[in-house]
């Protein structure tokens, strides 16, 4: 796993707290629905976990996005779920 993050430049309404789990295919190919299912498994009451398309950076895949921050996570495997949750999403 590994991350990077970027800061958010508008002043406008941020999105609320999200978890993206691509689920396209280059995503698919390296489990990414095996990693939707455990942060599905894990989330808090609060903060949807959304299957989504293309996140636009394939072949690094899984690839799993936080909102509001965007925090990025490449090759992401099942077991890390809750260790991304605790870190980030929810305490953001
Ligand atoms: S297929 Fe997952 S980022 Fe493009």
Redesign the pocket.
Known sequence: MSSDSVQLSSKGNRPPRTILV?Q????RKSGSKAVLAAFQAHRTSDIPVIGSG?????GN?P?VLILPNEIWYSRVRAEEAIEIMNRWAINS
């Open positions: 691509c396209n295919q280059a995503c293309c996140l636009g950076r394939c895949g690839m």
